[in-house]
């Protein structure tokens, strides 16, 4: 099963509303369980359990009502980036995430970062990198233009 890497543009919601999509995403800074590690004290594990069940309880039934935060995050201008397949890469031998996927979503990251033309310059860079995947990919000449359009804008990744 595969998903879609999208480009978001941050217009519409606030930063502190990506809590909301994210909060129980292992691996992001908004989900408080990516803190766990394996000397991580039994009071800091019970502590970040506490937030997540905190998050859970704000942002559970609102997620993904129709004014929810994914529906206003889909809303959000963005672009495709390519097919991707974060779990089989995870549990399968094979290669499932497209480089050039990997690669944007290593150079936004999550700390929104503003689109200048040093980003779109290694985007742009990035898609040279070859796609050993079956995964379909966009066009790089779309994802620039739309990035040159937004010049300015943070931008953050949802694979969807």
């Given amino acids: 099963m595969s998903a879609d890497l999208h480009i978001h543009i941050l217009e519409g919601i606030e930063e502190s509303e990506l809590e909301g999509m994210f909060y129980n995403s292992i691996g992001s800074k908004y989900c408080p369980l990516s803190y766990i590690e394996d000397d ?5 594990i019970q502590g970040l359990f506490k937030k997540d069940e905190e998050l859970r309880e704000k942002y559970s039934e609102q997620k993904f009502s129709a004014t929810g935060i994914c529906n206003r995050i889909a809303r959000t201008p963005n672009i495709w980036v390519g097919e991707v397949s974060w779990l089989a890469d995870s549990l399968l031998d094979g290669d499932y995430v497209p480089s050039f996927v990997q690669a944007v979503v290593d150079i936004i990251g999550e700390d929104l970062p ?3 033309e040093d ?6 860079y990035a898609a040279k990198l070859k796609n050993t995947t079956r995964y379909e990919l966009n066009n790089v000449v779309d994802i620039v233009n739309f990035l040159r359009q ?9 694979s969807w």
């Fill in 40 to 44: 991580t004290p039994p009071e800091k």
């Fill in 114 to 116: 503003v689109i200048d």
């Fill in 150 to 158: 937004y010049r300015g804008k943070k931008i953050f990744t949802v």
């Fill in 119 to 124: 980003l779109i310059n290694r985007i742009k």
